[in-house]
């Protein structure tokens, strides 16, 4: 048996499955960039995995490597639809993260994050099992206060075209501390910070696969605005390792907790490092600023630090290496 508290939740803990072996544990977009990450450092450690994902911004190709092993169990399903399993965890990672991936049908993506969590925090009810939601910085949007602490409110246009996913995931956030309030349930915010690492989709446009997509085929680098807006990057190791450490938390811990590495960069300053470490000879191009782009993002992660005892280790150059090589061998895959 597990030894999380009963004295906030009034169910008794179910921590362990009946076989009283190891963790069955269902990961939500598993296949995508970090849900693989952390399906495979689940199976690292022991447990079973149950990775449920409909495929929209992902392939098999994430998890290609994890399927016939047998603590690993791929199921295809939408999360806007209600799940029927069996587990003793839930990481509940499904959502298209990019802003063209989640601005393809921005309806389908309020749903997603919405739908998906009133879905998956009924299946966590009935099982009464500890639920961990992939939040975002963006539930700041642009934000007035630098860093950001998990105090901040924010401040978000709840009508542009990045509302879709900011508010979506704004109400997953409600969401889960109703169910706290209303059902005591033994919920965990993560606040992700921008994250980075091999498995990215190379279509994806976010700004570090497009940039070494770039700079690998000689391709200008699409700075959009002048480059001067800011953005804090995390290596997707440290980011798992998050997760692992927050949901390892007792139940009492709930967060928000920002998750990111604090060391924040302008957009010009990744591009030069990007097509150094590459030893590219692209050029940079400029691009009109997105829409409601925000204009820096800097995470506070002083509660990481005393809650779960984390911080990146990962430095932005190595990391970037990785990276690189993953997109390298990728781009040299393909005919
Ligand atoms: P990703 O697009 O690679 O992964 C998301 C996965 O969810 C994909 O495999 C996709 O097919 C799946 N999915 C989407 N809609 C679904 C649905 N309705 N039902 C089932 N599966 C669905 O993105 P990622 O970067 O790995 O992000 C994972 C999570 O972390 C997302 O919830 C995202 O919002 C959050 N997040 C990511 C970042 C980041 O920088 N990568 C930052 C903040 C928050
Ligand atoms: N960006 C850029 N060129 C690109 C892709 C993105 O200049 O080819 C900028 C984008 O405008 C934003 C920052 O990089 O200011 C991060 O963008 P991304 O889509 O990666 O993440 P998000 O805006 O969601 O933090």
């Known amino acids: 048996m597990s030894d999380r508290s009963t004295t906030i939740c009034p169910y008794p803990a179910s921590g362990r499955s009946s076989l009283g072996v190891r963790k069955r ?3 939500t977009g598993g296949a995508g960039f970090m849900g693989s990450h952390l399906c495979e450092r689940l199976i690292a450690e022991g447990d079973e995995v149950l990775c449920v994902d409909n495929f929209f911004t992902s392939g098999r190709q994430n998890i290609e490597h994890l399927i016939g092993q047998k603590r690993f169990e791929l199921m295809r399903h939408d999360v806007t639809f209600p799940l029927y399993v069996e587990v003793d965890e839930i990481y509940n990672l499904a959502c298209p993260a990019s802003p063209i ?55 978000v246009n709840p009508i542009g075209p990045r509302s879709c ?18 059902h005591g349930m033994p919920v965990k915010v993560a606040r992700i910070f ?17 940039f070494i997509v770039q700079a690998l085929r000689g391709e200008a680098i699409t700075i959009y605005g002048d480059g001067s807006q800011t953005r804090s990057f995390c290596f997707v190791d440290d980011m798992i390792d998050g997760f692992r450490r927050l949901m390892a ?13 604090p060391r924040e960069f302008t957009i ?32 506070d992660i002083t509660l990481a630090r005393d809650a779960l005892g984390w911080q990146p280790t990962t430095a932005l150059e190595e990391g970037l290496k990785r990276t690189i090589a993953y997109f390298d061998r990728l781009l040299s895959s393909v005919p």
């Open 249 to 261: 938390t007792p139940d009492d811990f709930t967060g928000p907790v920002n998750i990111g590495n």
């Open 101 to 155: 991936h989640y601005q393809h049908d921005p309806v389908q993506t309020t749903k997603t994050s919405v739908h998906g969590a009133i879905n998956l925090l009924g299946l966590a009810k009935r099982l009464r099992c500890p639920i961990m939601q992939a939040s975002t910085s963006e539930v700041y949007g642009d934000p007035r206060i630098h860093p950001q602490p998990e105090s901040y409110w924010g401040n």
């Open 165 to 182: 996913y900011d508010e979506g995931k704004r109400c997953a956030e409600t969401l889960f501390f109703d169910y706290r309030r209303q």
């Open 25 to 27: 544990v269902l990961v």
């Open 194 to 210: 921008n994250t980075y690492g091999p498995r990215m989709h190379p279509n994806d446009g976010r700004v570090v696969s497009n």
């Open 268 to 299: 010009r300053q990744l591009a030069d490092l990007v097509i150094e470490m590459v030893g590219s000879t692209s050029s940079l191009v400029h691009k009109p600023l997105p829409e409601n782009d925000p204009l820096q993002r800097q995470p």
